[in-house]
Nanobody, 122 residues
Framework: QVQLVESGGGLVQAGGSLRLSCAASGGTLSTYYMGWFRQAPGKEREFVAFISWGGGRTYYTDSVKGRFTISRDNAKNTVYLQMNSLKPEDTAVYSC???????????????WGQGTQVTVSA
C-alpha cells in the first residue's frame, strides 16, 4: 500500500513561487505515473500535471503551462511541483496521486495524499 504525503504549501503573494513535494512510503513510485491535482473551495477537483515513470513525459493543464514544472526523483521516492508566477486563482488544496496510466482523470489514480494548502494573495 503506497502512502503519499505532501508538503511545501503555504501563503505566498501573487508572482511568488512555491515548491511542493510528495513523498511516498510503503512502496516505490518508480512504476507509477504521478499526478498533481487541486481543489479550490466550492469547485471540483482539477487536474494540474502528471509525469511518467522515468520523468521523460510530462503533461500540464493549460492554465499552468509555462509556470509550473513537475519532476520526480525516484531514488528519493519523491515527486515535486515547482510553481512560479503564482496567481490568486491558483489558491487550492494540492494533492499528489499515483496511477498506472498517464491520464488527467482523477478517478484513474489509485493512491492519494492528504493534500497541502496553497494560498496566493493578491
Amino acid at each position: 500500500q503506497v502512502q503519499l504525503v505532501e508538503s511545501g504549501g503555504g501563503l505566498v503573494q501573487a508572482g511568488g513561487s512555491l515548491r511542493l513535494s510528495c513523498a511516498a512510503s510503503g512502496g516505490t513510485l518508480s512504476t507509477y505515473y504521478m499526478g498533481w491535482f487541486r481543489q479550490a473551495p466550492g469547485k471540483e477537483r482539477e487536474f494540474v500535471a502528471f509525469i511518467s515513470w522515468g520523468g521523460g513525459r510530462t503533461y500540464y493543464t493549460d492554465s499552468v503551462k509555462g509556470r509550473f514544472t513537475i519532476s520526480r526523483d525516484n531514488a528519493k521516492n519523491t515527486v515535486y511541483l515547482q510553481m512560479n508566477s503564482l496567481k490568486p486563482e491558483d489558491t487550492a488544496v494540492y494533492s499528489c496521486a499515483a496511477a498506472r496510466l498517464g491520464v488527467s482523470t482523477w478517478s484513474a489514480y489509485d493512491y492519494w495524499g492528504q493534500g497541502t494548502q496553497v494560498t496566493v494573495s493578491a
